[in-house]
């Protein structure tokens, strides 16, 4: 699912300086007149409605965790705009089997948000599932990632293939996408809490589900509010700047920013699930994606857009079960005991 994305830059042909300064100013009015019907919780709030035991500790914060079942981890990402919460209708099916963990990511759910705009780059996103992994003892895992998940699903795969056993990609983003999404109007920090509140508005949230889905009897209004409440935490504008303002390259580079992911070089098995309908990533460009992949195999599912899980839930599980079971490490020994370090993930050096 797609959210906040900027609003168009002034006309070109008004002279530059008095472009930018007849935004900043309605951008600051537009701002102040919004304050009051998009309300950020605190996370404070957030923190104390949730159970003690859905919260990880990762680099001195609350990261939000849903776990079921035993077994072999599966390790759920979701994507842009979304949470755990989207994982919902398939969660419980492969609990059955599997040890599934599914973690907010940096700027989504119920994870406390960082102030640190290089929390949202990819590096800062591995960090967080490395600190997650590392906090429940896990070793290696399966994943399953949607989207922009996928696209960090890619980039750990890439990064660390000693800790993907096997990925499931649903409609993945590309492993640049974090990047490619990333826009200079962003970084003008007066507009960032003018465009927060003005996507986070129930309409915006409507919208971007519809042109996600196939069917748009799925979309209620109680899974647009599910998903609305999800990003409406404290410091969601420190979360769309990281997230979409142009930053500063690590010293890694491109590599660190996805640039540097060669499909061709991942040799992780892989599924690419792709909803037939989807009208935001075309099913050509997960099929050519899915081409690349030297273990890839690629699928569609019937009837369903860039969001199976919501959508199709029955027929994503049916694909992806027997390629995890196929995959699962015999009697789940990739889990660890908490605190073990012999097959940790190595949490990179670094603020997150």
Known sequence: MRFCHPANPPARSRPRAESWRAALAAGGAAALLLTACAALRPFAEVRREQPDNRFVEVDGRQVYVEQ????????????FGESSYTWRRVMPELARSF??????????????????????????????????????????????????????TLFLASRHPELVRA????????????????????????????????????RRIRGSLLASVYDPAVVTPALVRAYLDRLRVEGEVDAYYGLTAPLPRPAAGAAAAGGGVKLERIAVPALVVW????????????????????????????????????????????????????????????SLAPGASASSPRVPRGRG
């Open 167 to 202: 990925m499931v990609l649903v409609d993945s983003a590309a492993p640049t996408y974090a990047e490619d999404r990333r826009s200079r109007l962003a970084a003008l920090r007066p507009l960032d809490q003018l465009f927060v509140r003005l996507a986070l508005r129930p």
């Open 68 to 79: 079921q079942g035993a077994g072999d981890p599966v390790v759920l990402l979701h994507g």
């Open 275 to 334: 909803g037939a309908e989807d009208r935001l990533i075309r099913v050509e460009a997960g099929r050519r994606a899915a081409g690349k992949l030297p273990a890839g195999e690629f699928v569609t599912i019937p009837r369903a857009g860039h969001l199976p899980m919501e959508e199709r839930p029955a027929e994503l599980l049916g694909l992806m079960v027997p390629f995890l079971k196929r995959h699962a490490e015999a009697g789940g020994t990739a």
């Open 99 to 152: 040890r599934v963990v599914a973690p907010d990511l940096n700027g989504f759910g119920w994870t406390e948000r960082p102030h640190d705009p290089q929390s949202y780059t990819p590096l800062g996103q591995e960090r967080l599932v490395l600190g997650v992994l590392a906090a429940l003892g896990i070793g290696r895992a399966q994943f399953v990632g949607h989207s922009y998940g996928g696209s960090l």
